[in-house]
């Protein structure tokens, strides 16, 4: 099994950076399905952004232009880079690994067999 570990959350202000970080202790899984996920109070949860061994990235409409997802392999390590952030953006931020499909799905993160502890993200008006 892969245990992954958040890291990068934090308090920042509306139009600003943050850089979410995921360290896995299994190299294998990065070249498969990795997910970021979040969830901000009283909303369910939410796929952020995905990226499969090949590449091939997805995003959440809401975070579209604001948000990249990369793998660096060097470090087993999954960066969420997100810019221009707003109050919207605040939740807690979860990597996910091992998708149970073909394909990764932002919409069906409880196809996800690994989480992170998460990250908190707040972003004040």
């Known amino acids: 099994q892969v245990q992954l570990t958040e890291s990068g959350g934090g308090s920042v202000q509306a139009g600003g950076s943050l850089r979410l970080s995921c360290v896995a202790s299994v190299d294998t899984y990065l070249h498969y399905c990795m997910g970021w996920f979040r969830q901000a109070p009283n909303k369910p949860r939410e796929g952020v952004a995905t990226?499969?061994?090949?590449?091939?990235?997805k995003y959440a409409d809401s975070v579209e232009g604001r948000a990249s997802i990369s793998i660096d392999y060097a470090k087993n390590t999954v960066i969420l880079q997100m810019t221009n952030m707003n109050s919207e953006d605040t939740a807690t931020y979860y990597c996910?690994?091992?998708?149970?499909?073909?394909?990764?799905?932002?919409?069906?993160?409880?196809?996800?067999?690994?989480w992170g502890q998460g990250t908190q993200v707040t972003v004040s008006s």
């Open positions: 996910a690994a091992g998708f149970r499909g073909s394909h990764c799905r932002l919409d069906r993160g409880i196809d996800y067999v690994h």
């Open positions: 990226i499969n061994g090949k590449g091939v990235l």
